[in-house]
């Protein structure tokens, strides 16, 4: 079960920062001083800020993949079918980029049936802990540690610099506000055999830093899947320990 989904739950996750106090004071300054040194806006001393030009699809994945990432906090959802098999999955996650790991505590619906489980997966080692939390006939106190070599998981996919990197066919939907930030919106494709196929990925990026503040990727293949991971935090300094096993 846990192989259904696990290699599709390692985005890492970003925080939406609030807008900056402190430029939002310089810019409230500078706006009442233009507005007293030139007289009434669109007068003859009135000058008009140049447009930005918007990036290009490629440019903004180019910026993503290039942008500074070292932990990452995030919550998650996922529905998905396979072989007859209905799972649905609500958690929350945090990754760290070196070294690789990840750590979830996650709830999921099988079929009817809730489980919920914690679970590390350490990339360099290629090795899973898992701990049953719920329900109390399957909680385990003690942790069980797998190896992920027959999976389709591994150290790269743990970081999300290289999940970008997957990306192929990309293009701009827009420019959209996402809790509150305003964020560049692209599309592409992931072809990813163990979803049966390609796999489309939409990935909302910071303007202000490219960095991500929601992924979203939808599959129709042997393994239909709809996932959502939003990004609560970024660059916290976390730090991830393995278990003593």
Known sequence: MLRLYRHRL???????IRPNLFFTIIFAATALFAVAGCGVPGGPGATKPKPTATPSAQQI?????????????FTLTLQGAASGTQVK???????????ARVSMSLS????????????????????????????????????TKTSTSSSPISGSDLQANSQLAKLANVKLVGSEQVNGVATWHIQGTVDDSSLGGNATVDAYVRQSDYLPVKITVHST??????L??????INTGIKIDLPNV
């Open 221 to 226: 293949g042997d393994t239909a899947l709809d």
């Open 228 to 233: 959502t991971i939003v990004y609560t935090a």
């Open 89 to 99: 999955v609500d958690g929350t996650g945090k990754a760290t980029e070196n070294p």
């Open 10 to 16: 390692i985005a890492v996750g970003l925080r939406a």
């Open 108 to 143: 999921t619906e099988v079929n009817g049936t809730t489980i919920s489980l914690d679970e590390i997966v350490d990339g360099a080692s290629n090795t899973a802990y898992t701990r049953i939390t719920a329900p109390p006939q399957l909680a385990t106190k003690t942790w």
């Open 61 to 73: 994945l180019t910026n993503a993949k290039n942008a500074h990432l070292t932990d990452e906090t």
